[in-house]
């Protein structure tokens, strides 16, 4: 196992010119926790971006993405993936210069060959585990949330230097920094998404209440059972483990848990999630993700239409 660090030193990072591409979920907080921690920074926005009223309103000038990338000998590249090749081969690309770093918190474009930097450049990544809200009130608060490193290409000899004093920089060493990989940290985060977080889960989550109600029971009793609970066990697993969660709930649920689980997850269902991890292994899934952004998200849209119609049925 990667040994975890806690301690970072902040110098490197303050000695830089952080330039903040975007300022939504993620770039917020990176650059208010910049900000706070004594970093240069400046915001990077496109003319008539929503977000401008929002970094005005923090105490940030807001300036364009080129001007901002000139000025920086760091670019912090944390506008939504599909958008990062676009961004950086029109407003970013001819602003690096030797010595100069980029730095991503998701490793998609880079990995994908969506951002390709000349040789001379620092290419890091910090990812934090969490959303940029979360990072945001617990630094505020003195704590942090764990993140993941890693260094694509080290041209300066000190980038590993460098990403731990930016993970310092945002909070996140107070929680914990593990060593990646831009792969790894890709493939588990696109894998984790869509096989558990926000695909496997809802999906069970709506295959359960759907069951209770086509069975005849009251749609608020399902809600109680299947979607108001869930949250009460995930607190548990997050703060002791699933045995600790276990240790928490009645043996009636205990037994019931056990006895249910290699039934609901089978062999069918860890043979789909090997396939789903195939498709993101492959590139086969960001190729489709990035066609579909090419087609003004025509597959989202209608998958979007299908989902609503579904959840306007129960």
Known sequence: MSDVIYQASLEPIRGRR????????QAHAHALNLRDSGVPVRVGLR??????GRAKADGFAVES?????????MVCLLTPDHTH??????DIQESLTDGDALLVAHGFSVLYGQVSTPPTVDVVLVAPVGPGAMLRRLFQQGHGIPASFAVHQ????RADELALSYAAGIGCTRAGVLRSSFREETETDLFGEQAVLCGGLTGLIEAGFQTLVAAGYQPEIAYFECVHQVKLIVDLVYEFGIQGMYDRISETAEFGAYRA???IIDSQVEKTMRELLGDIQSGRFARDWITDWSHQFAELHELRRQANEEIASL
């Open 18 to 25: 952080v330039g903040i591409i975007g300022y939504g979920n």
């Open 47 to 52: 003319e008539g971006s929503p977000s401008a």
């Open 65 to 73: 993405i080129p001007a901002v990338s000139a000025w920086s000998d």
């Open 85 to 90: 090749g676009v961004l950086y081969q029109s």
């Open 154 to 157: 080290d041209a300066s000899g």
């Open 261 to 263: 689980a290699p039934r």
